[in-house]
């Protein structure tokens, strides 16, 4: 019997290594979709709390730059696959460095989410009329009351000048 639980927990512990993150590729549009499990285990190893989550990212020209006067939107599927309801759910987007001439919605509060549920947070990036040529990357965060729900991820994005000004 001893055996039993020895091998149950090993083909558990096996099954958990399996969860790391996924990326399923890029579309047309340059958008980019990943799952990311959180890393809060139990003492046993097995996950009590597994957030994952889908990221997208689309502006209206298509070509994969946010150009002057142009929004472009964030959307995170944030889905619940773990054994407990996550409660007061916000995730954040911070940047690794100060945008320029690009306003955000920085902070969306989400709510609970019980298990084997989905919610959804939209982030807005709009660029000014004289907005420069730039790499953007933010961190993506989200936590419940108790913290960190699911690793943080970086997501970037490029700007581009208006030409011939």
Known sequence: MKNLCVIGLLILASLDIGLAQVISGR????????????????PLGLRTKLASYELEFTEPSGDNFLEPRETGRLRLMISNVGKVALRSVVVRIVPLSPPSDV??????DIG?????ATRFAIFHFTATENVRSQILTFQIDIHD???????SRLFTFLTRARKGG
């Open 27 to 42: 579309s047309r549009t340059g958008s980019l979709s990943m799952s990311a499990p959180d890393s809060n285990q139990n």
């Open 103 to 108: 306003t955000f919605n920085d902070s969306i």
């Open 112 to 116: 609970d989410i019980p298990v084997n």
């Open 145 to 151: 009351s108790q913290g960190s729900v699911a690793d």
